[in-house]
């Protein structure tokens, strides 16, 4: 698709974050099985519904828009998530290796706030407001899954690697 609009910006965006999501929730069950912490397994593998759903719900956006769902993909979710199961398969100690699934989940997450603020500030630019409203309720969901990341890191995860 040329790329000569915001609208065009926006769709091809959608796409390579509906394709970000889809990557993630096929990679999130691998991370989950390497987790020793009951709690962070039980969030990464409770993190593929909602990846899922966010994937169908950006394909459904694309699909009011005439858009082709598949027509792009992210690459720098690809390395990411590359670089996350990398890590993760090389730490051998548990709690180490619970500390760096946090670390990388959290790298996930903090991309896809970035890239969902920009899609958010686009379809409210564009008058698009049944996205906008679909857009900041995902937002909302990667914002808290972030900031459950964050407390099971501080208050369990990292205390147990550093003991
Ligand atoms: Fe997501």
């Known amino acids: ?3 000569s609009h915001l609208r065009d910006l926006y769709l091809v965006e959608l796409q390579e974050m509906r394709s970000a999501e889809d990557l993630m929730a096929r990679t999130m069950p691998t991370l989950a ?3 020793s912490n009951e709690p962070l397994a039980r969030m990464l593998s409770d993190d593929v519904g909602e990846t899922s759903a966010h994937r ?3 394909a ?5 828009h005439g858009a082709d769902a598949g027509e792009h993909r992210d690459q720098s979710m690809a390395a990411l998530v590359a670089e996350a199961d990398k890590w993760s398969g090389m730490i051998e100690d548990p ?3 619970d500390t760096a699934l946090i670390a990388s989940a959290q790298r996930l997450q903090h991309y896809e706030i970035a890239a969902y603020g920009s899609l958010a500030t ?3 630019q564009l008058g698009f407001e049944e996205d906008l409203a679909v857009l900041l309720d995902i937002l909302d969901e990667e914002k808290k899954a972030d900031e459950t990341l964050t407390e099971l ?3 369990v995860v990292n205390p147990q690697a550093a003991a």
């Not at 459904?60 to 009011?64: D, Q, S």
């Open 33 to 35: 099985r390497r987790a």
């Open 56 to 58: 169908d719900r950006l």
């Open 1 to 3: 698709m040329p790329v």
């Open 95 to 97: 709690a180490c290796r």
């Open 153 to 155: 890191a501080k208050d």
């Open 122 to 124: 686009w379809a409210k």
């Open 60 to 64: 459904a956006i694309l699909g009011g």
